[in-house]
């Protein structure tokens, strides 16, 4: 008898947590030093981030989100990384082949904060809104790092048509109108 209520337990409860995965989230334990000093400031010990799903069922990423993704490199790895540039904006990239970078509709230019320790969208591009996967929420552990992520983006990194230098916006847009025509 107890062995029928505990299967009859199991069955329901493994396509529910199923579901609760693929709808809500899940918790990711973040590995590297990319994300640094927002994620894993400590080497000793890393991060463990709650990956919300529902945020970016629409698609609707902001400047400055926190995302996992499927690496556009490597299909069975994914990332986190942060939003920089959303479509429409333009950015100035750091090593990437073009110097500044329209982008296009449906996609995303995601890098990590610790510059230069990062295989980002300066190594391999804009990202299609298609391979993000969730928005990090918050750290759920350490206990010592429990807090909500914040969607901030450093001014040194804005989308140069929102650079609060108009001389900078009208030589990057004559630049990149030039490159494209």
Aim: one cysteine or more.
């Amino acid at each position: 008898m107890k062995f029928t209520v505990v299967l009859k337990s199991i069955l329901l409860g493994i396509p529910v947590g199923i579901t609760v995965i693929d709808l809500v989230g899940y918790v990711a334990r973040v590995d590297g030093i990319s994300m640094q000093p927002a994620l894993n400031p400590d080497l000793d010990q890393a991060d463990y981030v709650f990956l919300n799903r529902w945020p970016v069922r629409s698609y609707q990423v902001q400047r400055g989100d926190i995302i996992a993704l499927t690496s556009p490199k490597d299909p069975t790895l994914s990332i986190i990384k942060r939003v920089v540039g959303i479509q429409g904006d333009i950015v100035e990239t750091i090593g990437y082949k073009n110097h500044i970078v329209r982008i296009p509709e449906g996609h995303c230019w995601v890098e990590g904060d610790h510059t230069g320790h990062s295989m980002d969208s300066n190594n391999f591009g804009p990202v299609s809104l298609g391979l993000i996967t969730a928005k990090a929420s918050c750290i759920v552990w350490p206990p010592s790092r429990w807090q909500f992520l914040n969607s901030s983006l450093p001014e040194s990194r804005l989308p140069l048509n929102l650079s609060p230098s108009t001389s900078v916006l009208q030589s990057a847009i004559q630049y990149a109108c030039n490159i494209i025509s």
